[in-house]
């Protein structure tokens, strides 16, 4: 997309949301930098009225921040339970205020307000690097008087979905030209009513509202529009990672049971030969003697 019509969706965009968000809560800009990190803790992924209540419950319940430094995040959870995502939003207060205590020995920043904005960006970036660029934008703009403009995943989900950003972009969370288009005393504004609409985004993604009001600002952008999954899709993912989970049965090769050790064979007792009794051999007869054999001569003549 070019700079001049990515430029022209962004100025589409900001009218549009004006005329749609009529009752926008501006941020407060007399908290101190310290507190202005920990309210945007609680309102990346939530309402104005959502963040202010959660973290009115964290000044009035605790002695001072370093208590709730100390407080688990199961505790700080249960507390700040008025939000959309209480766990992150505890996790991620809990770690800016680990971070800055450990980095300047206090919670005071006031002296950052001395200091050049951009070495102050810096510091804030820098030094407590696992801090969400949501909240390192929101105490820049409303405690430094930056121009930065905040934007919570919802927001840019929504800017990827009217084509003003690519999806590499989304990623890293840039979005190219955005401080040039809106000015900076338009820049607050901007950044409260795109946080709404992101909110409105994550919390009702297949509504006809969200629907109507993306295509408002771009008619283009249809394609893009999130689609609710069919039940038979659902099932078949649901069925597919049944399948994945529980391996088939003959894919999996059971281990063959160890063969029994036949037993020696026992050798055969030798049979005993019955013993034939043998018959009497009877005795021959004796041979009858021949009777003598006359000699044949010529008979005698008479006398």
Request: a positive charge; charged letters at 30%.
């Amino acid at each position: 997309m070019s700079a001049a019509k990515r430029a022209s969706l962004i100025k589409k965009t900001f009218s549009v949301l004006k005329n749609h968000f009529t009752n926008v809560q501006l941020p407060v800009k007399d908290r101190p930098i310290l507190e202005q990190l920990l309210y945007a803790a609680c309102l990346e992924n939530a309402t104005p009225d959502q963040a202010t209540e959660a973290f009115s419950k964290l000044q009035t319940r605790y002695v001072d921040w370093n208590e709730v430094r100390v407080t688990t995040n199961s505790e700080l959870t249960e507390v700040m339970g008025c939000l959309p995502n209480a766990a992150q939003s505890a996790r991620d207060l809990r770690r800016i205020l680990f971070n800055v205590y450990e980095t300047h020995f206090s919670f005071d920043l006031s002296f950052m307000a001395k200091e050049g904005l951009s070495k102050t960006t810096a510091t804030i970036a820098g030094y407590y690097e696992d801090i969400p660029k949501f909240v390192v934008n929101y105490a820049v703009q409303n405690g430094l008087g930056g121009h930065a403009i905040p934007l919570n995943e919802g927001a840019l989900d929504a800017l990827q979905i009217l084509g003003v950003v690519s999806v590499k972009n989304r990623n890293q969370g840039k979005v190219p030209g955005l401080e040039r288009t809106i000015a900076k005393n338009k820049g607050v504004e901007f950044g409260a009513l795109i946080h709404l609409l992101g909110i409105q985004l994550a919390s009702d993604p297949y509504g006809k509202t969200t629907h109507d009001l993306l295509l408002k600002i771009n008619k283009d952008c249809a394609d893009n529009l999130p689609q609710k999954p069919s039940k038979k899709k659902v099932a078949s993912a649901d069925e597919k990672e049944d399948g994945e989970s529980k391996p088939k049965k003959s894919a999996v090769k059971k281990k063959a049971a160890p063969k029994k050790k036949a037993a020696p064979k026992k050798k055969a007792t030798p049979k005993k030969k019955a013993a034939k009794k043998k018959a009497p051999k009877k005795k021959a007869a004796p041979k009858k003697k021949a009777a003598p054999k006359k000699k044949a001569g010529r008979p005698k003549k008479p006398r």
